[in-house]
């Protein structure tokens, strides 16, 4: 199963109130949901959002019966729906990146770990897939995602046997690949930054991230708290940042930042969930409009 990180940390920091609203916008296997809601129980104020179908079918299983509404959707789309329809929320939690499910499935391809087709989609309806990027993309293109995405320092290298070693049928064949042309390693396995950065590719991961924060912003009821768990530096940069911009002492703040320093798994949790060892917590409050008016 699983297991929800920082979950402690999320209900403490966040701390939810009964009646609030909550959004969850990456509501997996509805870990976090299940313990905001038995805090707020109102269910048929809050909505889970997840962009993967085998999540979504599990979440609508999970709380059909609560009279809770889900959306099969990317967090941007769920949002902009949202807005729409002028809904508002007093609690928005987003868990970012794969679930436990993605990387034991070999049938996902995400895990170089065990062989599997070039898939990588979180959302199967869209059509780019890793095999897109892996087969049929040029070497600069290549070279930039491992560059930007995976802070890959053999880019370039990687990028030129990736093109010459085609077709690349699957997920080992990838990963030999990468290790062939990277030589001896120590440590974390030499494809680990080429599959994060092709993943992050395939789902777009940043830019739905950069998007989507001012629509969760607008969706936040004052006095609102918006967590965010990131799970590698180049999402933890973006968050940081957008929070840096709308909060602070200024007189013209839109966030209060709660978590001054993000908050990491503690070293039991680590040992228990390994999957939590990169995890950090953002929260941030929404200023109370009536509060901001009077200053
Ligand atoms: C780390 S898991 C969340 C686990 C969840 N908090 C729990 O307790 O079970 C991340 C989930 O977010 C989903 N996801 C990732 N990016 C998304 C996006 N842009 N829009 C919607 N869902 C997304 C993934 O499909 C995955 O199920």
Redesign the pocket.
Known sequence: M????L?SEVISTIKPLPGERYL????????????MLDCTNNYAGSVL????K??YDYLVNKFDSTGIRFLH??????AEVLIKEGASFDLI??????????LSQASRGFSFRSEGPLDMR??KRQPLTASTIVNEWGAEPLERILRAYGEEPQARKIANAIVLGRPIANTTQLADLVAKTTGRWQGKHPATRTFQAIRIAV???LG??ES?LPLWMALLRPGGRLGI?S?HSLEDRIIKRFFSEKGGNRYDADLQIVTKQPIVATPQEIAFNP?SRSAKLRVAAKINIKRKDQR
């Open positions: 699983h297991e929800p990180v979950l969850d916008a990456t509501a997996g296997y509805g870990g976090h949901a299940k313990a959002v997840d962009r993967d085998t999540a959707k990317d967090f941007y789309s769920a939690l987003a868990d970012l990146g794969v679930s436990s499910q993605h979180m959302d789902n777009d991961e739905l991230v989507v768990i799970f999957r």
